[in-house]
């Protein structure tokens, strides 16, 4: 006897189709994925992959080492050094009338200038720097008070020297307060260079881009 019929029948058989009697009830199909559900699910493994690419390309960029800062370096063979300056800085021209002989400008908040010096001590060049320093606060800064920042010896690319900051302020209240340093170091044959930073307004960063580049002469 075929083992797919149902007998005896059952108390509902009489309730199905005949083939049902002979062959049993017929097993559901398995159930399909909904075509909607099937073209969401390629949308989202497409997106998944896509986003996988990007967080890598992502993660690519982020994890490359960081290309080194350039550094730009103003020549001054007159004086015979060269120093280095920051981003956002330039070189400048100047007037052959100043005396300076190259000059680095960041738009007009602060300026580094320098000049071949004059004979000096080089085993006490302060008083020299301090005439200077004088010469150059009345002239550039014309403050109703100016206080003395700093005031030292210096060692800059192997030339000793002396370098003295004064910081300017005034009554009025357009004119916010400017900062000068003056530093000189020993060259060649008992002469000297002269270096000449301005900032104005005063604020920090126009300071320590001043020494920074003060400082990397050489």
Same mark, same amino acid.
């Given at each position: 006897m075929?083992e *797919?019929r149902?007998w005896? +029948?059952?108390?509902?058989a009489?309730?199905l &189709?005949p ?6 009830t017929?097993a559901p199909p &398995?159930?399909?994925i +909904?075509?909607?559900l099937?073209?969401?699910l390629?949308?989202?493994l497409?997106s998944?992959g896509? !986003? =996988?690419v ?5 993660f ?5 080492p960081?290309?080194?800062v350039? @550094?730009v370096?103003v ?9 280095p300056?920051?981003?956002?800085w ?6 052959p009338?100043t005396?300076?002989?190259s000059? =680095? ?5 602060? @300026?580094?200038?320098a000049?071949? !010096?004059?004979k000096l001590d080089?085993a006490?060049?302060r +008083?020299?720097?301090?005439k200077?320093a ?8 014309q !403050?109703d008070t100016?206080?003395v920042?700093?005031d030292k010896?210096v060692?800059? !690319?192997?030339?000793?020297?002396? @370098? ?6 005034? *009554?009025d209240?357009?004119?916010?307060p =400017?900062?000068l340093r003056v530093?000189v170091? @020993?060259?060649?044959e008992g002469?000297s260079?002269v270096?000449?930073?301005? =900032?104005? &307004?005063?604020? +920090? ?6 020494d ?7």
């Amino acid at each position: 006897m075929d083992e *797919r019929r149902v007998w005896p +029948p059952t108390e509902h058989a009489d309730d199905l &189709p005949p083939s049902a009697r002979w062959y049993g009830t017929p097993a559901p199909p &398995p159930r399909r994925i +909904p075509r909607w559900l099937r073209r969401l699910l390629l949308i989202a493994l497409a997106s998944l992959g896509a !986003g =996988a690419v990007i967080g890598g390309v992502v993660f690519f960029v982020l994890s490359r080492p960081e290309a080194p800062v350039e @550094t730009v370096l103003v020549t001054d063979e007159l004086a015979g050094l060269s120093y280095p300056i920051p981003p956002g800085w330039h070189e400048g021209a100047l007037a052959p009338v100043t005396g300076f002989t190259s000059v =680095a400008v960041n738009d007009d908040r602060a @300026t580094v200038m320098a000049r071949p !010096g004059e004979k000096l001590d080089a085993a006490d060049p302060r +008083p020299a720097l301090l005439k200077l320093a004088e010469t150059y606060s009345r002239l550039l800064l014309q !403050g109703d008070t100016v206080d003395v920042v700093e005031d030292k010896k210096v060692e800059i !690319g192997g030339r000793t020297g002396h @370098t003295r900051a004064v910081r300017a302020e005034y *009554r009025d209240v357009v004119n916010q307060p =400017a900062f000068l340093r003056v530093t000189v170091l @020993t060259a060649e044959e008992g002469r000297s260079v002269v270096l000449l930073g301005l =900032a104005h &307004p005063d604020d +920090p960063v126009s300071r320590r881009e001043i020494d920074t580049i003060m400082t990397g002469a050489r």
